[in-house]
């Protein structure tokens, strides 16, 4: 069964990385414009350190608890969170993002004529390839949420019986950092 072309764990890079050079009208330079903006903050949350602690707090529950709670389904689910983070982090996302927003073509401030300005941008095999991993990311970031509900409603489950309290609380704490 052939994976589709996003869920790849390496997405072969384009052969050749040509730039095109075009007009850029109005509505385009608005919609770059956007794109920089949503690059600057996706690259803000990757690198936050708060994402890192509660990642790193994340794997330090499940170093502590493994021998006791293999069992436990809130700890199997958290495990599968921590699978999608990994891959997300496999992915190398945040230097894709990089990549998109450095090949953006950039404002020039002090052109003459707006009407007749080209300027170069990324040629359609690159832009594809961009497209694909951040489709990719997504649809991880995605099964990220999916997967940190199921724990959520697993803990507050466990809550209810009275389970594992202390432990069930630091989770539900984490996952609502993390979500």
């Known amino acids: 069964m052939a994976t589709a072309l996003w869920n790849r764990v390496e997405i072969a ?3 050749t990385r040509s730039t095109l ?6 509505t385009t330079e608005i919609c770059i414009e956007r794109l920089l903006k949503s690059c600057e903050s996706v690259l803000t949350l990757l690198r936050s350190k708060v994402l890192k602690i509660e990642i790193e707090v ?13 069992q436990h389904k809130p700890y199997q689910a958290l495990k599968q969170v921590e699978q999608c983070v990994k891959r997300l982090n496999g992915m190398k996302l945040e230097a894709v993002i990089q990549d998109l927003k450095e090949m953006c073509p ?13 300027r170069e941008v990324p040629s359609q095999p690159v832009l594809e390839w961009l497209s694909l991993k951040i489709m990719g990311g997504c649809k991880l970031a995605l099964c990220f949420m999916e997967n940190c509900s199921k724990v959520f409603l697993l803990t507050i489950q466990h809550l209810y019986w009275e389970e594992y309290i ?6 539900t704490g984490m996952l609502s950092r993390l979500w």
């Open 58 to 70: 994340l794997y330090s529950l499940l170093y502590v608890f493994h021998n006791r709670l293999r």
């Open 21 to 26: 050079n075009l007009k850029i009208s109005d």
């Open 13 to 15: 890079y384009p052969g």
């Open 166 to 171: 202390v432990l069930n609380v630091v989770l």
């Open 106 to 118: 950039k404002r020039l401030e002090n052109s003459p004529n707006f009407e007749n300005v080209t």
